[in-house]
């Protein structure tokens, strides 16, 4: 099984920052894509940013210029930075990642618990 880890999230106010993490572990082979998306209260779950196995990045129009994804291949982590924080940047934050599992073939979604950011104004 593959198992994913978000931490870093909390209680910020408007203007501050924020680091998120997710770390994969598990029987993985390989790991492709890993994104972060963000759910707010009574809204539907959107794609905040996403980078691929070689470091290529794409971002919500909301979120770029303040967001930043990265990811240390090695820790199977995948990083969120986030600055100057909005009150709409309130939600649930969630990892996901495409991974291959040891002697499996073929690549499937993966989904972390989530974890909680709320921006103060």
């Known amino acids: 099984q593959v198992q994913l880890v978000e931490s870093g999230g909390g209680l910020v106010q408007a203007g501050g920052s924020l680091r998120l993490s997710c770390a994969a572990s598990?029987?993985?082979?390989?790991?492709?894509?890993m994104r972060w998306y963000r759910q707010a209260p009574g809204k539907q779950r959107e794609l905040v940013a996403a980078?691929?196995?070689?470091?290529?990045?794409n971002y919500a129009d909301s979120v770029k210029g303040r967001f930043t994804i990265s990811r240390d291949n090695a820790k199977n982590t995948v990083y969120l930075q986030m600055n100057s924080l909005k009150p709409e940047d309130t939600g649930d934050y969630y990892c996901?990642?495409?991974?291959?599992?040891?002697?499996?073939?073929?690549?499937?979604?993966?989904w972390g618990q989530g974890t909680q950011v709320t921006v103060s104004s």
């Open positions: 598990g029987s993985i082979a390989s790991i492709n894509d």
């Open positions: 996901n990642a495409d991974a291959r599992r040891v002697a499996q073939y073929g690549f499937r979604g993966y």
């Open positions: 980078i691929t196995g070689g470091g290529n990045v």
